[in-house]
């Protein structure tokens, strides 16, 4: 009796053992993960600065999409100055400021000479000292080879242009951003969807991934 129940008292402690040490593998697996998906901000400067968020595209696709600058412009906005408001915002951009997205907007439609000008030489008549400037390459809300389904697509290109004393220039640059909603659908497209919600979710989805180069964030999962 006494060395079964010793034996018994072994293998309780092995159990445990072995229940304890799966834990901690998993928090220490779960503490890994989390650090892994904090992702910093790639650009830093917006802090103290009053700041533009442009977007341009060609008259074809602002013909078929007419609130598609003001939308993914306001979209942009909206998520870095959430951040930049939060009670304890991070550092790199405590005051700063934006201009509001309908009066960019504005800007492009009273000056059309700026589609065709370099944007270094438009920014400094922003009266903004940052401007993040969106080009957009590509946009749809059904795939060209199969018009009757759904899945949006968004490729674009930004520039961060810093402007001191009447001069911009390039200061970040990322090319070739692109997304599709939804995400995991086939390529050919999908139904059950409609063009309404595919834009606002494209839109919705590249206004997070810009905005996301100004704002700490979690990486995406895989």
């Known amino acids: 009796m006494i060395h079964r129940a010793r034996a018994i008292g072994v293998l309780s402690m092995l159990v445990l053992f072995t229940a304890v040490l799966t834990s901690g593998c998993q928090l220490l ?25 442009m977007v341009w595209c060609d008259r074809a696709m602002s013909t078929d999409w007419p609130k598609l600058q003001e939308d993914l412009s306001r979209g942009i906005t909206a998520r870095i100055k959430q951040a930049a408001d939060a009670k304890d915002p991070p550092k ?68 961060v242009l810093e402007v001191s004393d009447a001069k911009a220039k390039i200061v970040y640059q990322r090319d070739n951003i692109e997304l599709k909603y939804p995400e995991k659908a086939p390529d050919e497209g999908t139904t059950g969807l409609t063009d309404a919600e595919v834009y606002e979710k494209t839109i919705e989805a590249c206004s997070t991934e810009i905005a996301d180069v100004f704002v700490p964030h979690l990486a995406p999962e895989d």
């Open 29 to 53: 697996g779960l503490a890994q993960k989390m650090v892994v998906q904090n992702i910093d901000a790639a650009y830093k400067g917006l802090g103290n600065q009053n700041t533009a968020v």
């Open 92 to 159: 790199f951009l405590v005051g700063a400021t934006f201009a509001l997205p309908e009066s960019v907007t504005r800007f492009q439609h009273d000056h059309p000479e700026t589609d065709t000008q370099d944007i270094t030489t438009v920014a400094p008549r922003m009266n903004v000292s940052r401007l993040v400037y969106v080009e957009i390459v590509k946009f749809e809300t059904r795939p060209e080879s199969s018009l009757e389904l759904f899945r949006g697509s968004i490729t674009a290109n930004l520039k």
